[in-house]
């Protein structure tokens, strides 16, 4: 359900329920797995990549800002 969340807020610019997604998967890595796992996954990868991109910037350590900051390129 978080990847339809994350698809709906990021299309309707939602930026609290966007930012709660986030954080409900960067909290626990079950979290992230159990989503990539889901049917709303597939559909958030077509319809909004970029939300994807953040999501693994966010996930990179902040020692890796360079990392970062190309990933947020791609958006």
Request: hydrophobic share 40%; charged share 25%.
């Amino acid at each position: 359900m978080v990847a339809t969340n994350l698809a709906l807020a990021e299309q309707h610019r939602c930026h609290q329920l966007k930012e709660a997604c986030f954080k409900f998967l960067i909290d626990s890595p079950s979290n992230i797995e159990s989503m990539v796992e889901s049917d709303g996954y597939e559909h958030l990868k077509t319809s909004c990549p970029s939300v994807l991109n953040e999501l693994a910037a966010r996930l990179l350590p902040h020692e890796m800002k360079a990392a970062k900051q190309i990933t947020m390129a791609l958006r």
